[in-house]
């Protein structure tokens, strides 16, 4: 990329939009400008050779309005203070429009997972865990895997946090192993959303799910997931990628084959089969496919890239794959973009199923999870292509609005303290 892209800007560019479309007054929507509370803290960890290393964590409560902040914590070696921000904002605004009665956050430490051992990656999750234990907690903020996290980072943090607080509290976060109270479907629900939601946005094109091509860029939990249930449905899924390369079959992959491969360590730019081609990261995103899914991370469509992206439909597995100025070009274009906050909306909806399992101490089957996410995930596809219709507004314009006002129409009653 020839330019750092801010994605805190990106939010602020879709908050300012949506205000302007409700007509709303600066009062109306100022605070959600700025996040309520950003920690930064610095984390010593003893390595395995004695040597004493020190990273920076972060956790952001972008806005409480609507209930405890809610959202993942993300282990990488780029995140930084305003990459945490404008995840934490995305949470808010995603809680909304998934209509469930939660604020947004976000957490983070810069640090890549992959050169840690074990025991230096659950000192580091400890001790994180005891910097901001006073910030988390069942109904003040709920943390959730993301990037470079796992279901037994989770598992540490609960710990941790019992340990601290000499209470078993299950609750305190989403996204954890089974036999600790995690929830049937978690670990694919975020998948089986986006999944859903290129069908949803397939019948209202009148396109046929089994004749589509479909990209998928980034092949970690969202993106293998969203590929293999496209690949199940009878699509051609042409080309995949990760951080390691991209490969490409103008008639389809094997997608269990190809999962299989990297499950078992091994990278996927070594992935071989009859027909397979090796292109690069870039080549993906810019394809002639029916579908796309940006499953990585933030910005990968730019003003870089943009004019050759192909696709005529992009469902947003990552967040904020796409920049402001890229979404620009393509919705003049006439390409449809299902936003993130929408698209990607299916593990924060398992994981507020998992929260109400946790202080109920009631567990419910797979099928029940699912069958209730997905109704979820149909509702408020329809409400967001019922309004952009209405108003003539993009998609992400639309998801937007509906998001922006459900916040203020929580705040005004609550009115601003003191
Ligand atoms: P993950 O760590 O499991 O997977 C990320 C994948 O992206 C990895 O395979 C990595 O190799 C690949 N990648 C990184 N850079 C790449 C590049 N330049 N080109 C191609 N591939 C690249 O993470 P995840 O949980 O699947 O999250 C992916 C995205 O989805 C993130 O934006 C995250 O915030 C978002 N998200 C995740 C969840 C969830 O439940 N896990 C929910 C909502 C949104």
Redesign the pocket.
């Known amino acids: 990329m020839s330019q750092q892209y801010n994605p805190f800007d990106n939010v602020v560019a879709a908050i300012k939009k949506a205000a302007a479309i409700l007509e709303y007054s600066e009062n109306d929507y100022t605070r959600l400008l700025h996040p309520e509370k950003e920690l930064k803290v610095s984390l010593p960890i003893k390595m395995d050779n004695g040597e004493v290393k020190v990273f920076d964590g972060y956790r952001v409560q972008y806005s409480c309005t609507r209930g405890p902040a809610k959202g993942?914590i993300?282990y990488h070696q780029n995140v930084n203070i305003d990459e945490v921000k404008a995840?934490a904002a995305w949470m808010a605004f995603k809680n909304a429009i998934a209509d469930i009665p939660f604020g947004g956050g976000k957490g983070g430490i810069t640090v890549n997972p992959k050169e840690l051992s074990a025991g230096e990656l659950e000192r580091l999750t400890r001790r994180y865990t005891s910097s901001m234990s006073y910030m988390i907690g069942p109904d003040k903020d709920i943390p959730?895997?993301?990037?470079?996290t796992t279901p037994q980072v989770m598992g540490w943090i609960v710990d941790t946090y019992s340990m601290i607080n000499r209470i078993y509290s299950p609750a305190v976060v989403t996204?954890k192993p089974l036999p600790l109270g995690g929830s049937q479907g978690r670990v694919e629900?975020?998948g089986l959303g986006v999944f859903r939601t290129v069908l949803n946005i397939l019948k209202k094109l009148d396109m046929d799910p089994k004749r589509v091509t479909v990209a998928v860029?980034?092949?970690?939990?969202?993106?293998s997931y969203s590929a293999k249930f496209m690949y199940e449905e009878g699509a051609e899924v042409v080309a995949v990628?990760?951080?390691?390369g991209?490969v490409y079959l103008k008639t389809g992959l094997n997608i269990p084959e190809i999962i299989e491969h990297i499950e078992s360590g091994k990278k996927l730019c070594d992935y071989n089969a009859e027909g397979v081609e090796h292109i690069t990261?870039e080549e993906?995103l810019t394809l002639d496919v029916d579908v796309l899914i940006p499953?990585?991370?933030?910005n990968?469509i730019n003003e870089d890239n943009v004019n050759d992206v192909k696709a005529k439909v992009i469902v947003e597995?990552?967040?904020?794959?796409v920049t402001v100025a890229a979404d620009d070009i393509l919705s003049a274009r006439g390409t449809y973009i299902v936003p993130?906050i929408l698209a990607?909306?299916g593990?924060?909806i398992v994981s507020y199923f998992e929260w109400i399992q946790n202080q109920q101490n009631y567990y419910w089957t797979l099928e029940e999870v699912n069958t209730k996410l997905l109704e979820k995930m149909d509702k408020n596809f329809e409400d967001l292509w019922t309004l952009s219709k209405e108003k003539n507004i993009t998609l992400r314009e639309a998801a937007y609005v509906i998001a922006l006002e459900r916040i203020a129409e929580a705040a005004k009653p609550r009115g601003i303290w003191p």
Not at 144 to 148: E, F, L, S, T, Y
Not at 317 to 321: E, I
């Open positions: 993942g993300r995840l959730a895997p993301d990037v470079g996204g629900a975020t860029q980034g092949m970690g939990n969202v993106g990628s990760n951080s390691s991209a990261n993906l499953a990585a991370l933030e990968a597995g990552a967040n904020g794959p993130d990607n909306s593990g924060v």
